[in-house]
């Protein structure tokens, strides 16, 4: 089993030197599983496993999945939030290879969307989903 989860190599590939420079100069190390504190500074970007539909075929297995993960730009600019995420999709899509100890077999994004947050001016987010395929040896 690897010291990493397939949270933590994707965290690791987002905020390591391979990482775009967009996707640096725009999040520097604003990228967070889960969830985000209410003060963080704008933009940054969360992201969380949203299902596994391999999981009831892994027979209990911990290390190894194909989960969907759904990452989310949250910027004051339309613009610069789409951007960011494009960024961020860009860095991921069709990556493959061992980061941080977990073997990235696959990992396939979508396309991004852009939608303004309903309870908060000058606010929007801009998502994508991701398929991971991975092992962890």
């Not at 397939?6 to 967070?32: K, Y």
């Not at 696959?106 to 309903?118: F, I, K, N, S, W």
């Not at 908060?120 to 991701?130: G, I, K, L, T, Y």
Request: charged share 25%; hydrophobic share 40%.
């Amino acid at each position: 089993m690897a010291s990493s989860t397939i949270e933590q190599a994707i965290q690791a590939r987002l905020l390591s030197t391979t990482a775009s420079t967009a996707v640096n100069d725009a999040l520097s190390n604003r990228i967070f599983w889960a969830t985000a504190d209410q003060d963080t500074t704008r933009p940054y970007c969360v992201y969380g496993v949203v299902d596994d539909g391999h999981a009831p075929f892994s027979f209990d297995k911990a290390d190894t999945g194909e989960p969907r993960v759904q990452f989310s730009v949250f910027d004051t600019d339309r613009y610069r939030a789409l951007e960011t995420a494009h960024a961020v999709r860009d860095n991921l899509d069709k990556f493959q290879g061992a980061f941080d100890g977990v073997t990235i077999i696959r990992l396939t994004c979508d396309g991004v969307v852009v939608r303004p947050m309903p309870d908060e001016a000058n606010s929007f987010m801009a998502r994508f989903d991701a398929i991971v395929r991975y092992v962890d040896p």
